[in-house]
């Protein structure tokens, strides 16, 4: 998910150029797995998917048309695709297409056909060896500027891509002839044959459009599946209209187009649209997992079409070619789940409680152990990965497990296997779902939380919109406050008077907007906290240039690099060399060494420490996460800590025996200031504390618009 992440409960999938996609998501009820929403299926597959559908759930919800842009087309938003011909029209829209004239509204990015394309890397090594031989440039061998171009990106692509970068068979064979390389040479027969016979083929690359992703709490789900039949229509209903409310909030701020030239100076201008021509898919379970019925896991799949029509008569790509779109995510997920809270308090007395594991908001009366009963395919991938696994991995575990295609071995409907489900598991259905859903005021109104609580939530330092990075938009402050509302809302217009208030406090910032005032939801805004830690840790930093810290001896410098180079078999870049003197000599009480993933920054720390090891100095790594703090140590042979152990020991009066005495205060503003550090004494030379450059914590450094990663950190004392 991208910007705001509140819950993985909505996400957008980019579709891309396959239609296959486009398929899938016109297809009603077909289970989804949410650990990774893998939608690949083949046409057998979902023919069989769809007749256990009908057998499990029943009769399937129709595909719905939503967003005003349908007018284009002569069709309402509202009503359904409910025959081939409505769904054909619907795939025409995601093509780029008027269906009913088949019309190319927008056209698709088209690209060389893959079979056209050759490794580049024969090519480049023949020119270097040709201009080598003729004591020539290879730019000067081609002859030809753009020649000259064109082999300074394969180089670049060789760079980047290794073995795997691949070029059209036309520009490599121009290539090869300027430099007086025999193309047949280069490349087996057979692969330049079939090159050159697809040469002049291209296929689309193009984006179909978007797959926004609007999921409900467990606890609703489950109610969904646990209650009557009258009671789960009228649920899922409220659900669908929460929907449609969300995505009618989304059309208005990201139905638009982009036009002229962005790039080289120049901006492109947001140019309003009419509405989009999306389309409502609701699923309402999982897959099955181990032979069971999918769990409960009602969600709607709103697919938008990447092309609207802009108030010029002009038809166009869609927001910013779905930046716009991605950044919203988090904020319409929050949006729909806040209208589902909403509507089922007023109608049947559901009262909402937040989560205090997970934050979620879930009705009172599902507790977690029925909740974990309806999430098998999450217990499944911990099973196999483990609960400490990122979420790559884990959404990785899931793909592979869903391709299992195990018999179901419980009988009857979804709805029957669900309640013996929950009915093995002890609990008492018809109760638990009364209890839950007692009917309309049968429950108090969720409690409004104040401006000012509402304030030091968004803007805690430990657990609020910038916790975890430096500046915001307005969107993800939207977001935090609509996660806030237990009670809900009925219109997005409460939502934004909050957000104004909130950002109007004295606990926000609010900074320049340099970048993409055509998106919506742009005014970027940091914390008071994050600009006076700033200030905090600038002006120490500034204070303590060339202080004498951790200072290794010119001669010790050099013998120590020279000894580092023999034992590893290899010898440091200039830059790398010019850093390592530069950390062990300057002597500055803080230094940043800054670069890209493989550029040797872990290298340069083992080189480094060996010098202060040798100079006496005791030196200690530190790193936000236990993972990265292993890390360090293992490749880097620092005994490293996470920066939460730190604190702990020096909280807690151990304090740094045999080190310097550092003080880590936590300064208390209106709730938890955020965390500083400083020289407990004075007259102590200071240690050096050295960041390398990876995830995933924030150097706070310069204004509030800049910032450093910096994790994971060590520092060295004598």
């Given at each position: 998910?991208?910007?705001?992440?509140?819950?993985?409960?909505?996400?957008?999938?980019?579709?891309?150029?396959?239609?296959?996609?486009?398929?899938?998501?016109?297809?009603?009820?077909?289970?989804?797995?949410?650990?990774?929403?893998?939608?690949?299926?083949?046409?057998?597959?979902?023919?069989?998917?769809?007749?256990?559908?009908?057998?499990?759930?029943?009769?399937?919800?129709?595909?719905?048309?939503?967003?005003?842009?349908?007018?284009?087309?002569?069709?309402?938003?509202?009503?359904?695709?409910?025959?081939?011909?409505?769904?054909?029209?619907?795939?025409?829209?995601?093509?780029?297409?008027?269906?009913?004239?088949?019309?190319?509204?927008?056209?698709?990015?088209?690209?060389?056909?893959?079979?056209?394309?050759?490794?580049?890397?024969?090519?480049?090594e023949a020119v270097h060896a040709v201009a080598e031989a003729a004591h020539m440039d290879p730019g000067e061998l081609l002859g030809s500027p753009r020649l000259a171009a064109r082999f300074a990106r394969l180089e670049k692509g060789l760079v980047r891509d290794g073995e795997a970068h691949r070029a059209p068979v036309g520009e490599l064979e121009a290539i090869a002839e300027a430099a007086g390389v025999d193309p047949g040479l280069l490349w087996p027969q057979a692969e330049l044959d079939q090159a050159r016979a697809h040469a002049d083929e291209r296929v689309r690359v193009g984006n179909r459009g978007y797959d926004l992703v609007l999921n409900v709490p467990k606890s609703y789900s489950g109610a969904i599946a646990l209650a009557d039949e009258a009671t789960a229509a009228r649920l899922e209903e409220l659900y669908l209209e929460s929907v449609r409310e969300t995505v009618t909030d989304a059309e208005g701020w990201l139905a638009y187009g982009m036009a002229g030239h962005h790039g080289d100076g120049q901006r492109a201008r947001r140019v309003q649209a009419t509405g989009w021509a999306a389309s409502i898919t609701l699923h309402r379970s999982a897959r099955p997992v181990q032979g069971q019925v999918?769990?409960?896991?009602?969600?709607?799949?709103?697919?938008?079409?990447?092309?609207?029509?802009?108030?010029?008569?002009?038809?166009?790509?869609?927001?910013?070619?779905?930046?716009?779109?991605?950044?919203?995510?988090?904020?319409?997920?929050?949006?729909?789940?806040?209208?589902?809270?909403?509507?089922?308090?007023?109608?049947?007395?559901?009262?909402?409680?937040?989560?205090?594991?997970?934050?979620?908001?879930?009705?009172?009366?599902?507790?977690?152990?029925?909740?974990?009963?309806?999430?098998?395919?999450?217990?499944?991938?911990?099973?196999?990965?483990?609960?400490?696994?990122?979420?790559?991995?884990?959404?990785?575990?899931?793909?592979?497990?869903?391709?299992?295609?195990?018999?179901?071995?419980?009988?009857?409907?979804?709805?029957?296997?669900?309640?013996?489900?929950?009915?093995?598991?002890?609990?008492?259905?018809?109760?638990?779902?009364?209890?839950?859903?007692?009917?309309?005021?049968?429950?108090?109104?969720?409690?409004?939380?104040?401006?000012?609580?509402?304030?030091?939530?968004?803007?805690?330092?430990?657990?609020?919109?910038?916790?975890?990075?430096?500046?915001?938009?307005?969107?993800?402050?939207?977001?935090?406050?609509?996660?806030?509302?237990?009670?809900?809302?009925?219109?997005?217009?409460?939502?934004?008077?909050l957000t104004d208030a909130v950002m109007a406090s004295d606990r926000a910032v609010v900074l320049p907007t340099v970048e993409g005032a055509h998106l919506s939801n742009a005014v970027r805004v940091s914390s008071a906290d994050i600009v006076e830690a700033e200030r905090t840790i600038t002006g120490s930093a500034q204070r303590r240039l060339g202080q004498g810290a951790a200072v290794v001896a010119p001669e010790r410098v050099a013998a120590v690099l020279e000894a580092f180079e023999a034992e590893r078999g290899f010898a440091l870049s200039a830059e790398q060399r010019g850093v390592a003197e530069r950390l062990m000599g300057a002597g500055h009480g803080v230094d940043l060494v800054r670069g890209v993933a493989g550029a040797g920054k872990t290298t340069l720390m083992s080189a480094v420490y060996a010098g202060w090891q040798q100079a006496g100095y005791r030196v200690a790594g530190a790193a936000t996460a236990a993972v990265a703090a292993a890390n360090l140590q293992a490749e880097s042979g620092i005994a490293s800590s996470t920066v939460a152990a730190w604190v702990s020991r020096i909280s807690s009066g151990e304090g740094l025996e045999g080190w310097m005495c550092w003080s880590w205060t936590r300064r208390r503003w209106s709730t938890t200031g955020p965390w500083r550090c400083w020289s407990g004494r004075p007259s102590a030379p200071a240690p050096r504390w050295w960041a390398s450059a990876t995830r995933p914590s924030w150097k706070r450094s310069g204004s509030a618009g800049r910032s450093r990663r910096c994790t994971p950190w060590c520092g060295a004392r004598r």
């Amino acid at each position: 998910m991208d910007e705001g992440e509140v819950g993985r409960v909505a996400w957008v999938t980019t579709l891309g150029p396959d239609a296959s996609q486009v398929d899938y998501r016109l297809q009603s009820q077909c289970g989804c797995d949410h650990a990774d929403h893998d939608h690949g299926h083949s046409a057998e597959q979902g023919g069989q998917d769809r007749q256990a559908d009908y057998r499990l759930y029943g009769a399937a919800r129709a595909v719905e048309r939503i967003g005003a842009g349908w007018a284009e087309f002569g069709e309402r938003s509202g009503t359904t695709l409910d025959d081939e011909a409505a769904l054909e029209s619907m795939r025409q829209v995601m093509a780029g297409r008027d269906p009913r004239t088949g019309e190319q509204l927008v056209d698709p990015k088209m690209a060389v056909d893959p079979r056209a394309k050759l490794a580049a890397r024969p090519v480049v090594e023949a020119v270097h060896a040709v201009a080598e031989a003729a004591h020539m440039d290879p730019g000067e061998l081609l002859g030809s500027p753009r020649l000259a171009a064109r082999f300074a990106r394969l180089e670049k692509g060789l760079v980047r891509d290794g073995e795997a970068h691949r070029a059209p068979v036309g520009e490599l064979e121009a290539i090869a002839e300027a430099a007086g390389v025999d193309p047949g040479l280069l490349w087996p027969q057979a692969e330049l044959d079939q090159a050159r016979a697809h040469a002049d083929e291209r296929v689309r690359v193009g984006n179909r459009g978007y797959d926004l992703v609007l999921n409900v709490p467990k606890s609703y789900s489950g109610a969904i599946a646990l209650a009557d039949e009258a009671t789960a229509a009228r649920l899922e209903e409220l659900y669908l209209e929460s929907v449609r409310e969300t995505v009618t909030d989304a059309e208005g701020w990201l139905a638009y187009g982009m036009a002229g030239h962005h790039g080289d100076g120049q901006r492109a201008r947001r140019v309003q649209a009419t509405g989009w021509a999306a389309s409502i898919t609701l699923h309402r379970s999982a897959r099955p997992v181990q032979g069971q019925v999918g769990d409960p896991h009602t969600h709607a799949h709103v697919m938008i079409p990447n092309m609207v029509k802009c108030v010029d008569g002009t038809w166009r790509t869609l927001a910013a070619g779905g930046r716009d779109l991605h950044r919203h995510v988090a904020l319409l997920g929050e949006l729909a789940k806040a209208r589902v809270r909403e509507k089922s308090a007023r109608e049947f007395g559901a009262v909402w409680k937040q989560d205090e594991r997970t934050g979620e908001w879930e009705i009172v009366g599902f507790d977690p152990g029925l909740r974990g009963l309806f999430s098998s395919r999450s217990r499944q991938i911990t099973e196999l990965v483990g609960a400490d696994a990122s979420r790559a991995q884990k959404q990785a575990a899931g793909r592979v497990l869903a391709q299992a295609k195990d018999p179901l071995g419980e009988t009857g409907t979804a709805r029957q296997a669900w309640r013996a489900r929950a009915e093995a598991a002890g609990y008492d259905v018809d109760a638990l779902v009364g209890r839950a859903l007692s009917g309309p005021g049968a429950a108090p109104a969720a409690p409004v939380p104040s401006l000012e609580d509402l304030v030091a939530r968004v803007w805690d330092p430990e657990t609020g919109v910038t916790a975890h990075r430096k500046v915001v938009s307005r969107v993800q402050v939207m977001a935090a406050v609509t996660a806030a509302l237990g009670g809900g809302i009925t219109s997005v217009s409460q939502v934004e008077v909050l957000t104004d208030a909130v950002m109007a406090s004295d606990r926000a910032v609010v900074l320049p907007t340099v970048e993409g005032a055509h998106l919506s939801n742009a005014v970027r805004v940091s914390s008071a906290d994050i600009v006076e830690a700033e200030r905090t840790i600038t002006g120490s930093a500034q204070r303590r240039l060339g202080q004498g810290a951790a200072v290794v001896a010119p001669e010790r410098v050099a013998a120590v690099l020279e000894a580092f180079e023999a034992e590893r078999g290899f010898a440091l870049s200039a830059e790398q060399r010019g850093v390592a003197e530069r950390l062990m000599g300057a002597g500055h009480g803080v230094d940043l060494v800054r670069g890209v993933a493989g550029a040797g920054k872990t290298t340069l720390m083992s080189a480094v420490y060996a010098g202060w090891q040798q100079a006496g100095y005791r030196v200690a790594g530190a790193a936000t996460a236990a993972v990265a703090a292993a890390n360090l140590q293992a490749e880097s042979g620092i005994a490293s800590s996470t920066v939460a152990a730190w604190v702990s020991r020096i909280s807690s009066g151990e304090g740094l025996e045999g080190w310097m005495c550092w003080s880590w205060t936590r300064r208390r503003w209106s709730t938890t200031g955020p965390w500083r550090c400083w020289s407990g004494r004075p007259s102590a030379p200071a240690p050096r504390w050295w960041a390398s450059a990876t995830r995933p914590s924030w150097k706070r450094s310069g204004s509030a618009g800049r910032s450093r990663r910096c994790t994971p950190w060590c520092g060295a004392r004598r």
